[in-house]
């Protein structure tokens, strides 16, 4: 099944009506990837390297538009290339959550049995524990890095699409036609394939946006305390680790502008994802 | 199902939750790639060092027996020897766990009266409406850290009205000693009628409660709009409303009263996320408390402290959500069926 297929059998692209809040969250994430490829055509700085006077406040030297931080590195530069990062870990993060907790959900929903109590007992464990710190220690083992960021936030946001998926799957499994695909002898993976997965994924996709916005914040929270993408990188949760001692001095450019990205970041993929959740609802 | 049987059948699946959180904790740290002794000496450790500190932790022993030893541990509070302060981890990790407790009780009630506001004025005006899903919304998507450095910045730097930082200052503390009764320094100060002690400690707590209970407070406002939209659109309120009581009574006696039972249930089913946001606006403020200690144990590489900050949360969360489920089907007996 590959994604186009997906997507025609989603039902809001059939009899798509506008809706505010997927048109606006679009218009964030596309103005947030655009940012992220345009990265060197949008500063001349490298967001690493120390560029100006350390501390040059924002609005005033038009070749340092947000001013420059403790390094003398532009701020402007680290918020642009800090997109490329936050988007990347929260990319592979949802991509890898998906791509184990939808076919488990699946399979456990379906299958039943002993395999599915015991599953569905793990992932309400681990979905009651604070998300950010088991992150937090799998980081901890794995090491600082981008692909290890990424990896621990996908083991927490398994058990999110385990659960939505496996919830659908039970109600589908009770329909005729699944009842027919089996009774006319389908294997079990032909029958999951076919019949059961076209109808429970989608309810899947809202979920991924909602994660994709917890993932980008949850990233910037690792990273600001430490355990995240190691310091050298331009990255919004570094930005804020590094300017903490700034507050101190009235020295707020540092610290307003990284968190706003995240801000905005995180709002544009949670309008999105609650956008279509009102449409899978409503439709 | 009976009441006892439904309290002692929670009660007795609780051990087992924490079992199974432990087991993934165990994964996590011992099975993963990436030895325990490579995390604590680093990659290029002396081997005969490695082969001491392996034997220190009892990582010589094959894997079922370590987990044994280390179910047993967590279940006796045995927790070793921290490597960075050459202490036992318990000795350290019981006043951390009371600042953390401390700061998310304030944090709860904070959060707790926000959202009533929100959804009392939702509830009442449509314009509010919107608002309310735009507060939610906002509690989402701004980051903790964020807001806890700004309001730092405001009311400590500018305005000087709050301390941006710590659980109280030192030297108070020393001019009024507290003995520690719950470790609660509020509590304590206030059972033994410390005032110095208690102004300033609540100074201290305004901030990071005010952080941490606004960002809580989107997800119960939620809640709590759902639960009173739930009451309201019942019919003992057309009921109510044929008979004419003023929509004001309607609103507080039928749709308030009937909404907050719910609500503070899934409060209280709500500790995950309140755990996870102390840990932030601990490190933001500087908070002596579990969240704290966590980090500063991850990034000092305090393998055994480490481990113990884990436990703990472990217990928590099955301890917290046991006893809130228990009260739910208390007062909602169709939970036991």
């Known amino acids: 099944m590959n994604i186009l297929d997906l997507l025609l059998r989603l039902r809001f692209f059939r009899r798509f009506r506008p809706n505010a809040l997927v048109i606006t969250g679009l218009a964030i994430i596309i103005a947030l990837v655009m940012l992220a490829i345009l990265a060197p055509y949008l500063t001349p700085y490298d967001p690493t390297a120390e560029v100006a006077q350390p501390y040059i406040p924002p609005f005033v030297n038009p070749s340092h538009p947000l001013g420059t931080n403790f390094l003398g590195q532009d701020v402007w530069a680290r918020l642009v290339y800090g997109a490329r990062n936050s988007l990347m870990v929260a990319l592979l993060a949802v991509a890898i959550a998906a791509a184990v907790g939808v076919p488990l959900g699946l399979l456990s929903g379906y299958v039943g049995g002993v395999l599915d109590r015991v599953l569905t007992f793990l992932m309400d464990s681990m979905y009651a524990f604070p998300g950010i710190i088991l992150a937090m220690i799998i980081s901890f083992v794995l090491g600082a890095g981008l692909i290890n960021v990424a990896l621990s936030l996908a083991v927490i946001y398994i058990p999110t699409y385990f659960r939505v998926v496996r919830g659908t799957t039970l109600t589908v499994k009770e329909q005729l036609y699944v009842e027919a695909a089996r009774a006319a002898g389908a294997p079990l993976m032909t029958t999951l394939r076919y019949y059961v997965a076209p109808n429970v994924v989608p309810v899947a996709v809202p979920v991924l946006a909602l994660n994709f916005a917890d993932a980008i914040i949850t990233e910037a929270g690792l990273s600001f305390l430490g355990v995240g993408l190691p310091p050298t990188q331009p990255d919004w949760g570094v930005d804020l680790s590094l300017s903490r001692g700034d507050i101190v001095h009235g020295v707020w450019w540092t610290t307003f502008f990284p968190g706003l990205m995240i801000f905005i970041a995180t709002l544009g993929f949670l309008l999105l994802g609650e956008g279509l959740s009102e449409v899978v609802r409503g439709g | ?337």
């Open chain 2, 1 to 337: 199902m009976s009441l006892a049987r439904y309290v002692i059948t929670r009660v007795a699946t609780a051990p087992l939750l924490v079992i199974i959180l432990l087991t993934i904790t165990f994964i996590i740290l011992r099975v993963l790639p990436g030895n325990p002794v490579t995390v604590i000496l680093g990659p290029k450790a002396n081997p005969a060092f490695v082969k001491e500190v392996e034997h220190e932790l009892g990582l010589d022993k094959p894997l079922w027996l370590q987990y044994i030893d280390f179910l047993i541990d967590a279940f006796t509070g045995h927790f070793g020897i921290s490597y960075r302060w050459r202490v036992p981890v318990s000795e350290l990790i019981w006043p951390r766990v009371a600042a953390t407790v401390e700061l998310t009780l304030y944090s709860s009630i904070i959060a707790i009266l926000l959202a009533l506001v929100v959804a009392l004025l939702s509830s009442k005006f449509k314009i509010f409406d919107k608002f309310a899903r735009l507060y939610t919304v906002a509690t989402y998507a701004i980051p903790v850290f964020w807001l806890g450095l700004i309001l730092q910045l405001i009311f400590g730097v500018y305005l000087k009205w709050f301390p941006t930082s710590g659980r109280i200052d030192p030297e108070i503390l020393i001019l009024h000693p507290v003995h520690p009764i719950t470790g609660l320094l509020t509590i304590d100060a206030l059972i033994e009628g410390n005032w110095p002690v208690f102004i300033n400690a609540l100074e201290h707590l305004v901030l990071p409660a005010v952080t941490l209970g606004f960002v809580i407070s989107g997800v119960m406002s939620r809640t709590l709009r759902q639960a009173m939209i739930e009451a309201l659109t019942s019919d003992y309120v057309r009921a109510a409303r044929a008979r004419g009581i003023p929509e004001k009574r309607i609103l507080i006696n039928y749709g308030l009263r009937n909404a907050i039972i719910p609500f503070i249930i899934i409060a209280g089913l709500q500790i995950a996320l309140l755990l996870g946001g102390a840990v932030l606006t601990e490190s933001t403020f500087g908070w002596p408390g579990l969240g704290t200690f966590l980090v500063e144990s991850i990034l000092a590489r305090d393998y055994n402290a480490v481990q113990a900050a884990i436990v703990i949360y472990a217990f928590i969360v099955v301890i917290v959500n046991t006893v809130v489920d228990i009260i739910y089907s208390l007062i909602d007996p169709r939970v036991r069926y």
